[in-house]
């Protein structure tokens, strides 16, 4: 009978152990899950733009080539008689830090810091047309091969 | 390493790790028919019969030349992780997109199509 008793004495001098070490902790956890966070989000919009080839060509080439090739444009705008065409993607990569301290709550009151940095890089290529539709001007940039973090010069 | 750090560190893992995951998709206006395009003929079909065939378009712009009717669908797909401290997430926005060019008497003289839209996909958030 003895036996049995310290056996379960044991049991329970463990699980008290574990609770000991743990509550605090989880409890911790539980706080801090509330008032820290910190988010990571990566935004992908459109299909890859590539650069233009030799089958571009200013002056010959035709707004029919151009469609047939590339095909429908993200956007057309109109430019002062001038057709624009815009192919875009568009990678955006946003990282935000918040901090609040959920427990004051309860008092009505509420104290939050909240940080974030985001950028979003454009692959763009914009083909000029004339009334007569034929390529004017190509423009192309290769933004998404930036870094996220901006190298700096010394 | 003794069993009270053992412990010590699931216990930590155990908290931190705790969280959920979640993905969602999203659609935006109706998704285009590819088959319609057989029906048009350039330097013929009028924006009437565009429309009728198409519906209304998303956007209407007026060109140099004419005017152009953008006919749009994206399908647009995210996943996301929230650890108890962290959260990541990934959104992949894909267009299907078809623009018809009218002349000035609202006549299709060209038109461009694109069907990405499936290409939309689940990504890694991390």
Redesign the interface.
């Known amino acids: 009978m003895e036996t049995r008793f310290n056996f379960f004495l044991k049991i329970w001098r463990a699980i008290f152990k574990?609770l000991v070490?743990?509550m605090p902790?989880?409890i911790a956890?539980r706080l801090?899950?509330g008032c820290?966070?910190?988010?990571?989000?990566?935004?992908?919009?459109?299909?890859d733009v590539v650069a233009p080839g030799d089958e571009f060509q200013v002056g010959t080439t035709t707004?029919?080539d151009?469609?047939?090739l590339?095909?429908?444009?993200?956007?057309?705008?109109?430019l002062e008689?001038?057709?624009l065409l815009l192919y875009q993607q568009i990678v955006m990569r946003q990282k935000r830090l918040s901090v609040g301290l959920p427990l004051l709550n309860a008092l009505g009151t509420n104290i939050s810091f909240s940080g974030s940095r985001g950028r979003a890089n454009y692959d763009t290529l914009a083909l000029f047309f004339t009334?007569?539709?034929i390529l004017r001007q190509v423009v192309f940039e290769k933004g998404t091969s930036q870094p996220y973090k901006k190298p700096t010069s010394k | 390493m003794n069993s009270?750090s053992g412990?010590?560190i699931v216990?930590?893992i155990l908290?931190?790790v705790?969280g959920c995951f979640g993905f969602g998709k999203n659609q935006d206006y109706q998704p285009l028919d590819a088959g319609k395009l057989e029906k048009l003929v350039k330097g013929q079909t009028t924006a009437t019969e565009v429309g009728a065939l198409f519906g209304a378009p998303s956007q209407v712009?007026?060109?140099?030349?004419g005017n152009?009717y953008?006919y749009t669908h994206s399908v647009a797909k995210g996943t996301a992780v929230w650890l108890?401290?962290?959260?990541?997430?990934?959104?992949?926005?894909?267009?299907d997109?078809?623009?018809f060019?009218f002349d000035n008497n609202d006549i299709m003289?060209?038109?461009?199509?694109?069907f990405?839209a499936r290409?939309s996909s689940y990504?890694n958030?991390f």
Do not use: C, W
């Open positions: 574990v070490i743990s902790i989880l956890g801090l899950g820290v966070t910190y988010q990571v989000v990566r935004n992908l919009e459109g299909t707004l029919e151009t469609l047939a590339l095909g429908a444009p993200t956007t057309v705008v109109e008689g001038q057709d009334p007569d539709r | 009270k412990k010590l216990l930590l908290t931190f705790s712009v007026k060109m140099s030349n152009a953008i108890l401290l962290v959260s990541f997430g990934n959104y992949d926005k894909q267009y997109q078809i623009i060019f003289t060209h038109y461009g199509a694109s990405d290409d990504g958030p």
